[in-house]
T-cell receptor, first 111, second 116 residues
Framework: SQQGEEDPQALSIQEGENATMNCSYK?????LQWYRQNSGRGLVHLIL?????REKHSGRLRVTLDTSKKSSSLLITASRAADTASYFC???????????FGKGTHLIIQP | DAGVTQSPTHLIKTRGQQVTLRCSPK?????VSWYQQALGQGPQFIFQ???????QRGNFPDRFSGHQFPNYSSELNVNALLLGDSALYLC???????????????FGPGTRLTVT
């Protein structure tokens, strides 16, 4: 399986600012998925970007993928208090491959 | 459209006991994966079930076993519980079919297991 490593480990910004977090992985993938986790709860699927895509948008979320650098970024624009959560990336090779996550980026939005 | 459901929500067991956790996949999904998330860590892949067989396994001992039923629901069994098994156990479902599971994994709310 592919281990995604999220960076930074923690990020604190003011409400209304943009938040950017990064993900690196090790080998070739079919797609990469970003998830949000509020404290002690399940992972919410945010966005999936395929290996032949470079950028994808969903509401206030923008994800980029650079397969040559084996990296991805998640941008949250106009942050809100409700965006406070941990964010994980899951590189996926395909088939029966499991997702193996890093420790995530813990995002805190200050009012 | 029902999402992934898990039961129970919380569970407290004693060292040495056995536990069974349950998962129902999202409607239209045929594959279930199980993950363990310790406090402050990311989820770690335990195994995946498709067509009622274990297809892939992470670095977990044989004390962790599972089952998938004909309706695609799944169980995770852990024998001889250790204190270190205390964690949030997450189930994720996906559609394998002819697509190889490339449309994403969707997680349930998890079961919080505490071993005392």
């Amino acid at each position: 399986s592919q281990q995604g490593e999220e960076d930074p480990q923690a990020l604190s910004i003011q409400e209304g600012e943009n938040a950017t977090m990064n993900c690196s992985y090790k080998t070739s993938i079919n797609n990469l998925q970003w998830y949000r986790q509020n404290s002690g709860r399940g992972l919410v699927h945010l966005i999936l970007i395929r290996s032949n895509e470079r950028e994808k948008h969903s509401g206030r979320l923008r994800v980029t993928l650079d397969t040559s650098k084996k990296s991805s970024s998640l941008l949250i624009t106009a942050s809100r208090a409700a965006d406070t959560a941990s964010y994980f990336c899951g590189p996926f090779r395909g088939g029966a491959d499991g997702l193996t996550f890093g420790k995530g980026t813990h995002l805190i939005i200050q009012p | 459209d029902a999402g992934v459901t898990q039961s129970p929500t919380h569970l407290i067991k004693t060292r040495g006991q056995q536990v069974t956790l349950r998962c129902s996949p999202k409607s239209g999904h045929d594959t279930v994966s199980w993950y363990q998330q310790a406090l402050g860590q990311g989820p770690q892949f335990i195994f995946q079930y498709y067509e009622e067989e274990e297809r892939q396994r992470g670095n977990f001992p044989d004390r962790f076993s599972g089952h998938q039923f004909p309706n695609y629901s799944s169980e995770l069994n852990v024998n001889a519980l250790l204190l270190g098994d205390s964690a949030l156990y997450l189930c994720a479902s996906s559609f394998m079919g002819t697509s190889g599971g490339i449309h994403g994994q969707y997680f349930g709310p998890g079961t919080r297991l505490t071993v005392t």
